[in-house]
């Protein structure tokens, strides 16, 4: 199992600089030597960059859930060639003093609707009186009718026809007061106030991750490496965001992944490798030869760790949406971009600095110097200590931690999901307010319907079959109306014969129905419907859209691809793992301990943002019973590389060690305790900048940066500081362990120096 570690053993010696430096160590010696052409084409790079890329988040596509191929997408597809027709993309709510049936009220919102219907981009505009005033339309209390307006081509020209339209229709017209809420209006108050939220957010973490980097790094001069880096990291990945959308769609959503990551990976990284350094010039060495051991180890790992964490994000590749797509594009450009300006840009920073790295120092406030700082390093200090504390009693420290760790998770057993709509934005949100009239004052979900799409029938000669499946779907539970080409009918019967608002749902093949219910869309019942309609027989092929349907459709296509996601992380993992290592059990060692940090991260999810437990510490937000369906995925990639980030810094100092005295029980003391400070340091640092998000305004901005935030946190405390200090002490020797084919496999192609 190990013994313990001698005082000599404890104490870390240095080892002279090879003659001819080789591999990143050449690396870090030439950037050394050549510090102010790096730095100047890294200007240079960000001066052309900064008006390429500041502007990305208007040129970005706002949808993306979408599952390309479902049934649902074929359908909207046919709806928007074919029929020019389908669910409403906007809902006109329209308020009276008096009833809507007087007569200027009337006048006033047919003569609304006739001009909508005369708009650039609006392919269908109807309303209560132009549907012969029909009931459903009409509020309650008689004072409310809706106007429903459906817009032309993709998600892209819809928004910006909107973006053209609602300004013009919302407020006084006449007689009514017109508030705008459905699908387009609720996403483009999301989009709005996400960047809203965003610049909010940076404002805030902005000035805390600056102090606790000064706390941290103890001079302003040290202080500002990582933000330069931060920047660099930030701004190239909004051009690569630019560049990918001239190719394949990106979501605009991807931005608020991006800065959070960029900033708090450049921050990890340059910690790293600015901590090894002032080591180095504490050990002796000069400005080249500690840039050079720099890269060599820090930089080595820097490397590795980049590679580890975007091969996390990759996972959400396999997903067919492209708003879950663009969180991977955005994210594997952050992260190398981050991690090649640590380990280039960074180490060129250095040489110019050299020694005045610790100028301004902020700690002789204290009376503390760098030199005792870096000096701490070769004593045995609180990390140390708790390490060994936890390896005396490694069996009890790992089975109490795993258990509260999976009673925080139980939680997530329960979990239900949804997607975004209204209530995500706050009770001050127009758009919710809206929403929730109709709610409230109407009885159906006109702005929401199912569409059934009968693509192959003839409606001229098979108007009595298309009737007969009319009258059958509307006998189903749920179902208030079915509007189609032969009329409207409800419970089994006609109760409307056709009219002109009929003719939408002709074209010279096919027809469709428009199936109004009384449940919401994202819901359990309004997913049942969905398989309830799928389900009745039907005169022809029938492709069935809508809110609902989509949700379905994303649902089991998460379901299919997150076995392959889950495959390619854990994949990756063991591989790059081993070939770091050279062992099998830190692999998997390292897989189980990130899953479980990750345990109570999701029972959190579902106990605060599902069961709304908590609102006064993160902020108020509508409960509605679900997560978000794409939030976990994200949360899950996304959590696991930093899991992964923080566990290569670790075990790097572990292997350094291990390799120079061959005691597991040291290696993993003197580890943890030269990267302790480290990785708590980094991850109060990250999680500052993703809990700026719970000021957000929106539920998903707020559910992604405490969740991840709490997955730092947990990580690079309970998980770093216990559990993996109990684990390798149970394993003692084992660790390392590989079958002679896998250890000669790697001392051919593994990543020692």
């Given at each position: 199992?190990?013994?313990?570690?001698?005082?000599?053993?404890?104490?870390?010696?240095?080892?002279?600089?090879?003659?001819?430096?080789?591999?990143?160590?050449?690396?870090?010696?030439?950037?050394?030597?050549?510090?102010?052409?790096?730095?100047?084409?890294?200007?240079?790079?960000?001066?052309?960059?900064?008006?390429?890329?500041?502007?990305?988040?208007?040129?970005?596509?706002?949808?993306?859930?979408?599952?390309?191929?479902?049934?649902?997408?074929?359908?909207?597809?046919?709806?928007?060639?074919?029929?020019?027709?389908?669910?409403?993309?906007?809902?006109?709510?329209?308020?009276?003093?008096?009833?809507?049936?007087?007569?200027?009220?009337?006048?006033?919102?047919?003569?609304?609707?006739?001009?909508?219907?005369?708009?650039?981009?609006?392919?269908?505009?109807?309303?209560?009186?132009?549907?012969?005033?029909?009931?459903?339309?009409?509020?309650?209390?008689?004072?409310?009718?809706?106007?429903?307006?459906?817009?032309?081509?993709?998600?892209?020209?819809?928004?910006?026809?909107?973006?053209?339209i609602v300004p013009e229709v919302v407020g006084?017209?006449?007689?009514?007061?017109?508030?705008?809420?459905?699908?387009?209006?609720?996403?483009?108050?999301?989009?709005?106030?996400?960047?809203?939220?965003?610049?909010?957010?940076?404002?805030?973490?902005?000035?805390?991750?600056?102090?606790?980097?000064?706390?941290?790094?103890?001079?302003?001069?040290?202080?500002?490496?990582?933000?330069?880096?931060?920047?660099?990291?930030?701004?190239?990945?909004?051009?690569?965001?630019?560049?990918?959308?001239?190719?394949?769609?990106?979501?605009?959503?991807?931005?608020?992944?991006?800065?959070?990551?960029?900033?708090?990976?450049?921050?990890?990284?340059?910690?790293?490798?600015?901590?090894?350094?002032?080591?180095?010039?504490?050990?002796?060495?000069?400005?080249?030869?500690?840039?050079?051991?720099?890269?060599?180890?820090?930089?080595?790992?820097?490397?590795?760790?980049?590679?580890?964490?975007?091969?996390?994000?990759?996972?959400?590749?396999?997903?067919?949406?492209?708003?879950?797509?663009?969180?991977?594009?955005?994210?594997?450009?952050?992260?190398?971009?981050?991690?090649?300006?640590?380990?280039?840009?960074?180490?060129?920073?250095?040489?110019?600095?050299?020694?005045?790295?610790?100028?301004?120092?902020?700690?002789?406030?204290?009376?503390?110097?760098?030199?005792?700082?870096?000096?701490?390093?070769?004593?045995?200090?609180?990390?140390?200590?708790?390490?060994?504390?936890?390896?005396?009693?490694?069996?009890?420290?790992?089975?109490?931690?795993?258990?509260?760790?999976?009673?925080?998770?139980?939680?997530?057993?329960?979990?239900?999901?949804?997607?975004?709509?209204?209530?995500?934005?706050?009770?001050?949100?127009?758009?919710?307010?809206?929403?929730?009239?109709?709610?409230?004052?109407?009885?159906?979900?006109?702005?929401?319907?199912?569409?059934?799409?009968?693509?192959?029938?003839?409606?001229?000669?098979?108007?009595?079959?298309?009737?007969?499946?009319?009258?059958?779907?509307?006998?189903?539970?749920?179902?208030?109306?079915?509007?189609?080409?032969?009329?409207?009918?409800?419970?089994?019967?006609?109760?409307?014969?056709?009219?002109?608002?009929?003719?939408?749902?002709?074209?010279?093949?096919?027809?469709?129905?428009?199936?109004?219910?009384?449940?919401?869309?994202?819901?359990?019942?309004?997913?049942?419907?969905?398989?309830?309609?799928?389900?009745?027989?039907?005169?022809?092929?029938?492709?069935?859209?809508?809110?609902?349907?989509?949700?379905?459709?994303?649902?089991?296509?998460?379901?299919?691809?997150?076995?392959?996601?889950?495959?390619?992380?854990?994949?990756?993992?063991?591989?790059?793992?081993?070939?770091?290592?050279?062992?099998?059990l830190i692999p998997l060692k390292a897989i189980?301990?990130?899953?479980?940090?990750?345990?109570?991260?999701?029972?959190?999810?579902?106990?605060?943002?599902?069961?709304?437990?908590?609102?006064?510490?993160?902020?108020?937000?509508?409960?509605?019973?679900?997560?978000?369906?794409?939030?976990?995925?994200?949360?899950?990639?996304?959590?696991?590389?930093?899991?992964?980030?923080?566990?290569?810094?670790?075990?790097?100092?572990?292997?350094?060690?291990?390799?120079?005295?061959?005691?597991?029980?040291?290696?993993?003391?003197?580890?943890?305790?030269?990267?302790?400070?480290?990785?708590?340091?980094?991850?109060?640092?990250?999680?500052?900048?993703?809990?700026?998000?719970?000021?957000?305004?929106?539920?998903?901005?707020?559910?992604?940066?405490?969740?991840?935030?709490?997955?730092?946190?947990?990580?690079?405390?309970?998980?770093?500081?216990?559990?993996?200090?109990?684990?390798?002490?149970?394993?003692?020797?084992?660790?390392?362990?590989?079958?002679?084919?896998?250890?000669?496999?790697?001392?051919?192609?593994?990543?020692?120096?």
């Open positions: 199992m190990g013994s313990q570690p001698s005082v000599r053993s404890q104490t870390p010696s240095t080892t002279a600089p090879p003659v001819v430096p080789k591999g990143l160590a050449a690396l870090g010696r030439w950037l050394a030597r050549r510090r102010l052409l790096v730095l100047l084409v890294a200007l240079a790079a960000l001066v052309v960059a900064v008006p390429f890329g500041s502007d990305v988040e208007s040129r970005l596509s706002e949808g993306g859930i979408t599952v390309p191929a479902s049934e649902s997408a074929r359908a909207d597809e046919l709806l928007n060639t074919r029929f020019e027709g389908g669910s409403p993309h906007l809902v006109f709510i329209a308020a009276a003093d008096t009833s809507i049936d007087g007569p200027e009220v009337s006048r006033e919102g047919a003569a609304l609707t006739e001009r909508l219907a005369g708009e650039r981009g609006v392919v269908q505009a109807a309303s209560y009186w132009t549907l012969d005033k029909a009931p459903t339309l009409r509020s309650k209390d008689g004072r409310t009718g809706l106007v429903m307006v459906r817009l032309a081509g993709d998600e892209d020209e819809v928004r910006k026809t909107a973006a053209r006084e017209q006449g007689p009514l007061k017109m508030t705008a809420t459905g699908v387009t209006a609720v996403r483009m108050e999301i989009e709005k106030r996400s960047e809203e939220d965003l610049t909010k957010a940076e404002l805030l973490s902005g000035p805390l991750v600056l102090i606790i980097l000064l706390l941290v790094f103890g001079s302003v001069v040290a202080a500002s490496t990582p933000l330069a880096v931060g920047i660099l990291a930030v701004i190239g990945s909004f051009v690569i965001l630019r560049l990918l959308d001239m190719v394949v769609q990106v979501s605009v959503f991807s931005v608020n992944i991006t800065t959070a990551l960029g900033l708090g990976l450049a921050i990890d990284y340059s910690l790293f490798i600015v901590t090894r350094y002032r080591e180095e010039l504490a050990h002796g060495r000069t400005v080249h030869e500690a840039i050079g051991e720099s890269v060599r180890t820090a930089g080595r790992t820097v490397l590795f760790s980049a590679l580890t964490v975007a091969l996390s994000l990759s996972a959400m590749l396999v997903f067919p949406m492209y708003h879950l797509r663009s969180f991977a594009y955005s994210g594997i450009a952050v992260v190398i971009l981050a991690a090649l300006g640590s380990v280039i840009v960074l180490p060129a920073l250095l040489a110019v600095l050299g020694h005045r790295i610790d100028a301004l120092n902020v700690r002789r406030l204290f009376r503390r110097n760098a030199k005792t700082a870096a000096a701490r390093t070769d004593t045995a200090g609180f990390w140390h200590k708790l390490a060994m504390a936890v390896m005396r009693r490694p069996l009890p420290f790992a089975l109490t931690i795993a258990a509260v760790l999976v009673a925080l998770g139980l939680p997530f057993m329960r979990a239900e999901f949804g997607d975004s709509d209204d209530r995500v934005l706050p009770a001050s949100s127009p758009a919710y307010q809206g929403a929730q009239v109709l709610r409230e004052e109407f009885d159906n979900r006109e702005g929401s319907p199912l569409n059934v799409v009968l693509p192959d029938i003839d409606p001229a000669s098979s108007s009595a079959k298309v009737a007969d499946y009319a009258k059958q779907l509307s006998t189903v539970p749920g179902i208030t109306r079915v509007d189609a080409v032969t009329g409207s009918y409800s419970e089994g019967a006609q109760t409307a014969p056709p009219g002109p608002a009929s003719e939408r749902f002709k074209a010279d093949q096919g027809t469709w129905l428009s199936v109004v219910s009384d449940t919401e869309p994202y819901s359990e019942r309004g997913m049942d419907l969905v398989k309830t309609v799928r389900a009745q027989p039907a005169p022809d092929t029938v492709l069935v859209g809508g809110q609902a349907a989509l949700l379905v459709d994303s649902k089991a296509t998460l379901a299919d691809k997150l076995p392959w996601a889950l495959g390619i992380i854990a994949l990756s993992t063991m591989v790059l793992l081993f070939l770091f290592t050279g062992s099998l189980v301990l990130n899953l479980l940090s990750l345990t109570a991260t999701f029972g959190a999810m579902v106990y605060v943002f599902q069961d709304g437990h908590l609102r006064w510490l993160v902020g108020d937000f509508t409960v509605t019973g679900m997560l978000d369906i794409d939030t976990p995925i994200l949360m899950f990639c996304v959590a696991f590389g930093l899991s992964m980030d923080y566990e290569v810094f670790l075990l790097s100092r572990i292997k350094e060690e291990y390799h120079r005295t061959g005691d597991n029980v040291s290696a993993v003391a003197w580890g943890l305790e030269r990267t302790g400070r480290l990785v708590t340091a980094a991850a109060a640092l990250v999680a500052t900048v993703l809990l700026a998000f719970a000021t957000s305004s929106l539920t998903p901005l707020k559910l992604l940066g405490v969740g991840l935030a709490l997955a730092v946190i947990v990580d690079a405390t309970l998980v770093r500081g216990i559990l993996v200090p109990a684990f390798m002490r149970l394993a003692g020797r084992a660790n390392w362990w590989a079958p002679r084919p896998l250890a000669r496999l790697h001392q051919k192609i593994g990543l020692d120096d």
